[in-house]
């Protein structure tokens, strides 16, 4: 029989710290770390290592002599990195991540002249020169609590990665790991000076890994998929004997793959210093296809055909998967590359918000962008080849091709183009090679390209691989799926009404003239800009929005065909009169004079645009209405829920809020495909965006995509996973409810809810049971938005499903009381109250309750008054509340409470073996919560009462000196309790401020308590040993670092 038993440690934890150090990592133990800390644990860098590295890396030049830098600066190169100001965890991130990569100057004195010189705290250039480490259970004191992450590694001394480890046959056991990483982040109760300075996070177990960024929301928790074989390699390295460790003969977990493709130190430091970036108010890091592509564009363009110009290409990356951040991490290792004589990018865009993203990329790598004013500017910028980085708007480098005479026929200048199916392959790519003939040009492209557009790139060099294609964005979770609702059906033209209209404007006209007028009117744009139609729509989505997404968090945008139209739109909404339709809208159109928003030839501002832009441009400028407009739209405030667009904002914009397009338009090829693709980002709460097509472009989608005339230009394998009808997902519903009651197959009568409640008490089954409550409330809310959803299914059988869905909600809450769960439903909460309002009585929604308050006595009694259930349901709701509050509180006082907490498991398991019954249990439970809340134990002296902190010392020599107990009523027992109240005594004596990061104080702290207790050991009547002594007075300064401020 199998000794292998699945723990963390042997499990997960240990192998991975085992192939860390195969991998090039030294072993650093946990009292090691300690020690070069100087002794505090709220210090997270190793000073000991970084000053010995700082050393051994720097050095100047002066007068062609080279020194070595000062101690005084060592160290205060020591002392900037350890106290970046504090800003936030993602500003004091940056920060510091600038120190890493840029270092930091210092004035040094040399021959009497005083000049400054950059001490870096990495060597970039020879990652040899560095070391590396990694530690395990490292111990780091925050405000209010000390963490134990499971693996740190350190570069140079400085925490580069935290890796929280899980088994593998723990339910949820990912979801856990990153929301360690997350509570650890928290300036309260976390470690945040550990994050600040982490470049990788990782939540590993066995089977699973996901790697994220500091301050990145669950969702945005990537999977690596390497290229290539990593099998062999990670075997070989298995069986190494690097670094003093043993062969392992086992085959490679996924774990294994994993952290060798992202820890090995060399890939560790590239993903670092070339792939990581902040934008705005977000770190990021490359998810594997930007790495990969980029990597493989590196290679590529290093290639010369017989003309001497380097080979490009395309790339190919679905939209809102990152496309502009693999943009903006190829022209930074572009800019980097040693290969190649002074290389520089020029990044041709339609985006100006682009601009500041790629400015403050370009500032951590010490290089600095110049943005092109106009065509002139942008012709001297590409003249000054003292320039490395230009961005410039397509419609510039129009301007300065038609402009001057200019050619710069260097082999080093690389052209990155945005959205290069709108520019690169028409008449501007031409342009742009008279002008940089030599130069090598790299499309992107965040669509599909067209049948025609295909042998056009491969004149370029064809694509760059890999591309990322919808269907792998929507597999790896990097997007939402989208589902298409056609409502078309829904409008009820009056035709007879519109041909008397037609017929009384024809009076004066010939019969030519007539059937011209006539076409016209019959077109689709016409048609939906009559405002028969637009009132059907208005009333539509104010119904559709108001009762399925309205004070849900999430936004919506409405694509109409014209600007005069979404006037109108705007106009009907605003008049809405009912208040549970209404819906705050804001338009956004061009202005007159701007070439887009432009659906016809002819079409001539109306008098309704230009009232509106002067509206608009009352108080403040366009590009002010638009930037505070969008930055509401952005937001969670519902003073803008619905953005009415007519082609602005349909293309390049991202908003992950946003949730719904109903489009009112006519859209077809990359049109159609950017504009559904603003409801695709990632957000907390979205597992889909949803495209509602009042135009019919896509009818039913019972059919191929490319069987539509909309996009029959795209072959079909790159068009697969772009839009999944929702009626599939609406069919999934009774297998999602059918998986609910599943939790519950074990419980013989279905209709006894103290049966099903007893059956939730196992913290892994609740854990399965809300993950299915989920998916079936979301799959649910989904159905109930859509009209095919009463089509599919009887009225009787939708009432069942929402009212299964009332309670299974009930039954969760209970149970959260019950057992005391600390869970966040914030990301359905709102949209599950939202369902129960809209169809089911006012009655129906009861908001959950906190778990109940033991420590207020008159809320305590009210509180287990209003449980409804069983008397064990009350006395399981104490019982589960005191084991929550002693997880929180145990190193305030260890002994006591974990005596407690053996106590409530002990009665528990009485009523679980039916050994008491259920007054019993609740009598049994009332009687440990009054001792519980009053620090009452039998055989805690009294003279120990309302001493909380002398009790955890009374308790700490207690457990100590007599492991299988003294008799409480002994005189010695009495002494024990003195001796507490007098360590407790000296310890107040000798607080100061911020004395848990003054070693001196520590150590004075562990002194006076060892005088004491040597002073003292006659009086307990057993020998006390220093190995003794010294565990108490480590239990004593761990408890002291809780209790006391």
Known sequence: MSNKSYTETTDSQQPALNLLR??????????????????????????????????????????GNKYKFSDGNIHSAIHALKNVPDEGLLRTSERAYDLFTLGKSFEETIQGDKKSFTIRYIDWENLQNNVYHVT??????????????DLVLFVNGIPFGVIENKRRDKNLSLEESISQHIRNQGKEFGIPRLYQYS???????????????????????????????????????????????????????EQDRILYCLCRPERLMEITYKFSLYDATIKKAARYQQYFTVKNTLTRIKELNPQGQRKGGVIWHTQGSGKSLTMVMLAKCISLEKDIANPRVVIVTDRIDLDKQIYNTFHHCGKTPKRAKSGNHLIDLINDNGVEIITTVIDKFESAISRRDFANDSQNIFVLVDESHRSQYGTTHAQMKRVLPKACYIGFTGTPLLHKDKSTANKFGGFILPTYSIKKAVDDKAVVPLLYEGRSAKLTVNQSQIDKGFDRLAEPLTEYQTKDLKRKFSSITEIYKSQQVIEEIVYDISKHYCENWKESGFKAMLAVPLRETALQYQKLFEGQTNPKL????????????????????????????????????????????????????????????????VSKLLTGFDAPRCSILYIAKHLQDHGLLQAIARVNRLFEGKDFGHIIDYVGIL??????????????????????????????????????????????????????????ERHLAPKDIRDLFREKLIAYARNLQLALSSDEFYIIFREDRI????????????LRDSVSIRYADKISYKEYE??????????????????????????????FKKEVERITGSVASKADAIAYKMKSVISMRMDEDPVFFKKFSQLIDETI??????RLTEAQYLASMMNIRNNFVHGTMEGTPTVLSGKQEARAFYGIIKSALFKNGSDNNSPVNEKLAHAGIEIDSILQKLLIRDWKKNEDVQKQMKNEVEDYLLAKRGDFGVEISFEQIDGILEDVLRVAKTVYK
């Open 136 to 149: 395990d259970e490292f111990v780091v004191d925050g405000i209010k609590e000390t963490r134990r992450p």
């Open 799 to 810: 009432k069942h499903f929402v009212s299964e869905l009332k309670f299974f909600k009930s």
């Open 199 to 253: 470049q990788l996070l990782l939540a590993v177990q066995p089977n699973e890994v996901k790697y994220g960024v500091i301050d990145a929301n669950p969702k945005f928790w990537s999977y690596w998929k390497e290229e290539g074989d990593v099998e062999q390699p990670v075997s070989k390295i298995l069986q190494s004997t690097a670094n003093g460790t043993t062969p392992e003969k086992r085959l490679p977990t």
């Open 22 to 63: 195969k991998l090039g990592w030294t072993y650093i133990s946990p009292e090691q770390t300690v020690t070069e800390r100087g002794g505090i644990m709220s210090n997270v860098i190793l000073e000991g290592v970084l000053e010995k590295q700082l050393k051994e890396i720097n050095e100047f030049e002066y007068k």
């Open 582 to 645: 209404k819906i705050n809208t804001a338009v956004i159109i061009s202005a007159p004079d701007s070439r887009e928003d432009h659906e016809e030839v002819d079409e001539e501002p109306s008098d309704e645009v230009q009232k509106f832009m002067l509206r608009i441009t009352k108080n403040s400028t366009v590009e002010q209405y638009e930037e505070t407009t969008i930055e509401k739209f952005k937001s969670d405030s519902e003073d803008v829920e619905l953005l009415i667009v």
């Open 699 to 756: 009818g039913k989608l019972d059919k191929a995509l490319t069987d539509y005339q909309e996009l029959e230009g795209f072959d079909t394998e790159d068009l697969e996973g772009t839009i999944t009808n929702i009626t599939d997902e609406i069919k999934k519903l009774p297998q999602r409810y059918s998986e609910l009651w599943d939790v519950f197959k074990e419980v013989p009568n279905k209709k006894d809810i103290e049966a099903l």
């Open 830 to 859: 709102k949209r599950v109250r939202k369902l129960l309002n809209t169809h089911i009585n006012a009655d129906g929604v009861e908001i959950i309750t906190e778990p109940i308050n033991i420590f207020d006595e008159e809320l």
């Open 909 to 914: 398991k009485g009523f679980l073996e039916k």
